[in-house]
């Protein structure tokens, strides 16, 4: 049994180091973490919390962010936002990014792959054959290495890769099972999975011009929010555009961001 105590240190922790509200997810914190402790040999949430914070190779640390972040994603989810992007995003930046050809693309919370994927694939359609002439790598994020490398492998069930136009899972996944298929060569070259904490300063030197940044703010407080958004305002280049979840909102009076309509928000230019 969790005691109040060792839960509101977790509470706080995960607060602190991720942005992460838990308090009101008591059953989710000692539901995941029970298991996690018997396997290990550890005998209470307060010694393990002791490991965490003071064991110098981070694996503890790894360990409790793969427990209880919540990490529920799939192909296709918003697709409104991938049809924005493919009617007025893509057309205005490809005008506006012809002689560099370079595009630059964040996927701030990207889970396990399935919405960095599909943006590869709504990008793979609308380059064409100009496709090998632009680098359209997509950079895609999360603070969770077990998402992180399911994304890595790029492997899905069937059930999964359903909801995919017939023309993209032919094009773009082979099967390696009976039940699962594989994100072939030319998509995962076209995302780069990186590990990365959005509590931390963004690392971009250049700007960017799209980021995706959905269903994951829902977990942080107001401040925290504000905060990481007035932030990716500073890293985006002047007409660039966010997309957050669309059950997601950003207070128009704390940000520079123009509202463009909901969940979709835009740099001045
Ligand atoms: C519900 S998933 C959303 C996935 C995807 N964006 C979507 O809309 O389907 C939220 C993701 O945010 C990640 N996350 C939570 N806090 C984070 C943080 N501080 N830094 C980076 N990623 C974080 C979680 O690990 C999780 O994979």
């Known amino acids: ?11 706080a922790y995960f607060k602190t180091h991720y942005g992460i509200e838990l308090k009101e997810k008591k059953i989710l914190v000692s539901g995941r973490l029970e298991n996690y402790l018997m396997r290990n040999g550890i005998e209470s949430y307060s010694e393990f919390m002791q490991m965490v914070r003071s064991d110098p190779t ?3 640390a790894k360990d409790i962010v ?20 493919r009617q007025v995003v893509l057309p205005y ?6 002689a560099s050809k370079d595009l630059r693309i964040w996927c701030g919370a990207c889970s396990s792959g399935e919405e960095p994927y599909t943006l590869a694939c709504v990008l793979q359609d609308f380059f064409g054959l100009e496709s ?4 359209t790598t997509i950079l895609a994020t999360d603070i969770s290495t077990k998402v992180l490398a ?3 492998r790029g492997e899905y069930l069937n059930e999964q890769l359903a909801v995919l136009p017939d023309n993209w899972r032919r094009r773009f ?19 780069l999975f990186r590990q990365f904490n959005l509590m931390n300063p963004l690392p971009f030197r250049k700007k960017l011009h799209v980021v995706f940044l959905r269903n994951v703010m829902i977990y942080f407080d107001e401040a925290t929010k504000i905060s990481l958004v007035n932030r990716i305002y500073e890293k985006m280049e002047p007409g660039g555009y966010l997309f957050i979840g669309s ?3 950003i207070d128009k009076s704390k940000t520079n961001f123009s509202y463009i309509q909901p969940s979709i928000y835009r740099k001045n230019i």
Do not use: P
């Open 1 to 11: 049994m969790i005691t109040d105590s060792e839960f509101y240190e977790i509470v």
């Open 58 to 60: 981070g694996n503890a």
């Open 66 to 85: 793969n427990a209880l972040t919540t990490n529920h994603t799939y192909f296709m989810r918003e697709f409104e936002h991938m049809e924005y992007l």
């Open 93 to 98: 930046l490809k005008k506006k990014e012809y």
């Open 132 to 135: 090998d002439r632009w680098d």
């Open 150 to 152: 399911h994304a890595q």
């Open 173 to 191: 996944f082979t099967k390696v099972s009976a039940d699962s298929m594989r994100a072939n060569e030319t998509l995962r070259k076209q995302v």
């Open 247 to 249: 059950t997601e909102t």
